[in-house]
């Protein structure tokens, strides 16, 4: 089959980007398929390769008679009307969201720590100093007093919090929203000591609880049993049980990714599961390669951080920083009319084309803009007049 291109037209491998108009949510690629096209005019002018297209930019011939063969195989593609999505993929880490320190406020002896990897919730005890529970209660305040019976304060207001939300009192017995430290407060807390085997008080004195705003998952002792308890000590590391995956993006590309971007999250066992953007750096970072290569290495690009909420965090399992994929769905469009990127022809003087082939047979150019590329699927939305749905163009052969 005769391939028909313009003295001023080249035929474009992978995905060309400029000139394009639209919505564009392509990321990196975009610069390399500039490249590209730079490099194909160029060699193509410089053999001084010249063919011609019998009335190009729409016009259409009534036989092949007037056209030069180039010499290359081709083959034809369908123009559809259909959804396009655009995504990128990149190397992520799956693992559980969060970071904290779990510190001792008492004196005397870690005589208990949770292994790693045990998770505390609400009402537990955390550790044991002397024998005695330090408990785990919810809250954004850390622990920096004693509390007792006609004292105010926002920590007040997360203890009373956390004893209705573990029952020990009923939202008619005591306000969960109350800043004051009341006769119902005193008595809730006596029933949580109870439950801990703790001596009832009714007060809850400082650094016999620990205050984390969420469960936690215990990462790592830094201390073991037996080792002396001294205040503003940290005995635990742990993270939430929250599931995240989090990505150190190329900075080049954060303006392409928002919070909310749709992500299929493929795990080690290749199976996937789905996900959303839920946070995106603002700051970009460079690690020094040097660390692993050695001084005088260099150092790598910029990255910025991104966080993905997977929405079926039991289908991620338990594994802890595996490395994972994520693809990420930068942008969409309905009822895109659609071609292949390999049918593309790039312009010398700017602009793409693509090569219409009628069912009579014969040939001719039709100039389009480009809106939304497919990495994925390698395909590209166009608009352009008389282009339509069902028309065939010209795409190199397999």
Do not use: C
């Not at 008679?65 to 369908?78: C, I, P, V």
């Not at 800043?179 to 008595?187: I, N, R």
């Not at 595996?322 to 969409?332: L, N």
Request: charge should be neutral; hydrophobic fraction near 40%; glycine fraction near 10%.
């Amino acid at each position: 089959m005769s391939r028909a291109t313009s003295p001023s037209t080249a035929k474009v491998p992978g995905s060309p980007q400029s000139g394009s108009t639209g919505t564009e949510h392509e990321l990196t690629p975009r610069r390399r398929r500039r490249w590209l096209v730079l490099v194909v005019v160029l060699v193509l002018v410089a053999a001084g390769v010249a063919v011609a297209v019998t009335k190009p930019f729409g016009g259409s011939s009534k036989s092949n008679a007037n056209q030069l063969d180039n010499g290359a195989r081709t083959s034809t593609a369908t123009v559809s009307r259909r959804s396009l999505t655009s995504q990128v993929n990149v190397n992520a880490t799956l693992g559980y969201a969060g970071s904290y320190a779990v510190v001792d406020q008492l004196p005397g002896t870690i005589t208990a720590l949770p292994a790693v990897g045990r998770i505390a919730q609400e009402g537990d005890a955390l550790f044991r100093v002397d024998g005695s529970p330090v408990v785990l209660l919810y809250g954004s305040i850390p622990a920096y007093r004693s509390l007792s019976e006609g004292m105010t304060g926002a920590d007040v207001r997360q203890l009373n919090a956390d004893l209705v939300a573990l029952r020990y009192a009923t939202r008619s017995e005591l306000d969960s929203t109350s800043t004051k430290f009341s006769f119902a407060t005193l008595v809730a807390l006596e029933k949580l000591q109870a439950a801990l085997g703790a001596t009832k008080t009714g007060s809850l004195a400082f650094g016999t609880a620990v205050f984390l705003p969420t469960a936690v998952r215990v990462t790592g002792q830094t201390v073991t049993p037996g080792s002396p308890a001294q205040p503003g000590m940290a005995v635990l590391s742990a993270s939430s049980t929250a599931r995240q995956v989090v990505i150190q993006l190329d900075a080049a590309q954060q303006s392409e990714v928002k919070v909310g971007d749709q992500v299929l999250i493929t795990l080690p066992e290749n199976s996937t599961t789905s996900g959303v953007v839920s946070f995106v750096g603002t700051v970009a970072t460079s690690s020094s390669s040097s660390d692993q290569n050695g001084p005088g290495s260099g150092s790598s690009s910029p990255t910025v951080e991104v966080h993905v909420r997977p929405l079926h965090p039991a289908d991620t399992g338990r594994l802890d920083q595996a490395p994972v994929t994520v693809a990420i769905t930068t942008g969409s469009v309905q009822g895109a009319l659609v071609v292949p990127v390999n049918a593309l022809l790039a312009l010398a003087g700017g602009g793409y084309a693509v090569e219409v082939v009628s069912p009579s047979g014969s040939h001719s150019l039709v100039q389009v803009q480009l809106g939304l590329f497919d990495d994925a699927d390698g395909l590209v939305q166009v608009t352009g007049s008389g282009l339509a749905d069902g028309q065939k163009v010209v795409v190199p052969a397999l």
